[in-house]
């Protein structure tokens, strides 16, 4: 079954202490990239890979890391978390990023910073 | 000017009725829209995609793109109780720096009553 997954897909932690949400995509997908969803905001990427070893910003890349060292994973870090990190994260990929219509998403990370 | 922008809503419809979402976006440049549904801590799950301008069809939905006006609507005919949910915008960039770039407006709320 084509899937993305994503881990954990529920966190409470502490401000300062460093977090990695994983994704992983089974597809063989080129281009992945990472959301977060926050009221009335709605989804704002992070960053986005379009292939192995090819990272690039979103539009509120502060605060986060990424790596694409294979091309199934594409790990979120975030290394000093803060309260303002307190969101739904969307993890998705496509097979290009020319692709024009299948986007698959992950079923989101509820991520509480305290 | 946000990139995408829709109204927020809530838009109320009765049950049979057509419910009519618009989305505009700022950049000339966008090249593929799309609609996704995302019911309540759930992942968004794609409605519909439209390249050229005019009307696309699918079952109860027709997405309708104006490229000159840039504005993308969906129209969702006998409306259900089933479709109440948030409906986003998303274009997609497929040129310059943002090449692969999808952007997403805030969404929608939808909600039909019986």
């Known amino acids: 079954e084509a899937q993305v997954t994503q881990n954990p897909r529920y966190l409470i932690t502490v401000t300062g202490k460093k977090l990695t949400v994983t994704c992983s995509q089974n597809?063989?997908?080129?281009?992945m990239s990472w959301y977060r969803q926050d009221p009335g905001l709605g989804l704002r990427q992070i960053y986005y890979?379009?292939?192995?070893?090819?990272?690039d910003k979103g539009d509120v890349p502060e605060g986060y890391k990424v790596s694409r060292k294979e091309k199934r994973n594409f790990p979120l870090i975030l290394e000093s978390p803060s309260p303002n990190q307190t969101s739904l994260y969307f993890c998705?990929?496509?097979?290009?990023?020319?692709?024009?219509?299948?986007?698959?998403f992950g079923e989101g990370s509820w991520l509480t910073v305290v | 000017q946000k990139e995408v922008e829709q109204n927020s809503g809530p838009l109320s419809v009765p049950e049979g009725a057509i419910a009519s979402l618009n989305c505009t976006y700022s950049?000339?440049?966008?090249?593929?829209f799309f609609w996704y549904r995302q019911y309540s801590g759930k992942s968004p799950e794609l409605i519909m995609f439209?390249?050229?301008?005019g009307d696309k069809e699918d079952g109860r939905f027709t997405a309708q793109l104006n490229k000159a006006s840039q504005y993308v609507s969906l129209l969702i005919r006998d409306s259900q109780p089933s479709d109440s949910a948030t409906y986003l915008c998303?274009?997609?960039?497929?040129?310059?720096?943002?090449?692969?770039?999808?952007?997403f407006g805030q969404g929608t709320i939808l909600t039909v009553h019986p």
């Open positions: 998705a990929s496509s097979l290009r990023a020319s692709s024009g219509n299948t986007i698959y």
């Open positions: 950049d000339r440049g966008s090249q593929s």
């Open positions: 890979s379009m292939n192995v070893e090819v990272t």
């Open positions: 439209i390249y050229s301008n």
């Open positions: 998303a274009v997609k960039l497929m040129g310059g720096t943002s090449y692969g770039k999808l952007t």
């Open positions: 597809m063989n997908h080129e281009y």
